[in-house]
């Protein structure tokens, strides 16, 4: 299958610090990907629609100051969570759509981001 | 009522059972109806997809999809402790939005 690769795997910062985190598409284009947010022992929770070379499309309650989006290319979206706090540790995941095939959504490997 | 409701387990069955897990919606226009496998701290990793009603066969695995009562199956031959995981299913109307998932069921396979 179509492979998505998310980096980094893990991050552990102070708090007030930002942390980017790449999600790519490696063998087709994806104008649009998905970034989510899991909890333990919790499904995914949707946190925005990133569409290349538009604004992102935000969830209700996800501030998107907070958490910016930027999706330069076809097989590229970034996620930064800007002065991160404790409360920000999750499990942020992303997705890509396969916009050449069968728009089956294909997933990177997450990023856990533990803030101090 | 969720959109989509799954039973979150956790299952436990021996090695070499047969698994059923089963997720059921609400929404009429799903009409894709995907699988994801979820090992513990990594991503959703894509298993069975299947467009409308009937059956999909891969390996040990068999998607099922009846429309008519919106319930989705999926099931697990000869099972191995290799396929403990949680299992996710996520039917949408169409790929070009974010995926509605289940709550997701927590299968262990006992060796």
């Known amino acids: 299958g179509a492979v998505v690769s998310q980096h980094p795997s893990r991050v552990i910062c102070k708090s007030g610090t930002s942390v980017k985190i790449e999600c790519r598409s490696l063998?087709?284009?994806?104008?649009?990907m998905f970034w989510y947010r899991q909890f333990p022992k919790q499904s995914l929770m949707l946190m925005a629609t990133?569409?290349?070379?538009?604004?992102?499309?935000?969830e209700q309650g996800v501030e998107k100051d907070k958490f910016l989006i930027n999706h330069a290319s076809l097989t590229l979206s970034t996620l930064t969570v800007t002065s991160a706090h404790p409360e920000d540790s999750s499990f942020y995941i992303c997705?890509?759509?396969?916009?050449?095939?069968?728009?089956?959504?294909?997933f990177g490997a997450g990023t856990r981001l533990s803030v101090l | 009522q969720k959109e989509v409701e799954q039973d979150p387990g956790p299952l436990s069955v021996p090695e070499g059972a047969i698994v059923s897990l089963n997720c059921t919606y609400s929404?009429?226009?799903?009409?894709?109806f995907m699988w994801y496998r979820q090992y513990s701290r990594k991503g959703p990793e894509l298993l069975m997809y299947?467009?409308?009603?009937g059956n999909k066969e891969d390996g040990r695995f068999t998607a099922q999809v009846d429309k008519s009562s919106k319930y989705i199956s999926l099931f697990i031959r000869d099972s191995q402790p290799s396929d403990s995981a949680t299992y996710l299913c996520?039917?949408?109307?169409?790929?070009?939005?974010?995926?509605?998932f289940g709550s997701g069921t927590r299968l262990q396979v006992q060796p």
């Open positions: 997705s890509a759509r396969d916009s050449q095939g069968t728009d089956i959504q294909y």
């Open positions: 063998d087709f284009q994806a104008t649009t």
């Open positions: 929404n009429s226009a799903f009409q894709y």
């Open positions: 996520a039917p949408s109307d169409t790929g070009r939005r974010a995926l509605t």
């Open positions: 299947t467009y409308s009603s």
């Open positions: 990133s569409n290349e070379g538009s604004k992102a499309t935000y």
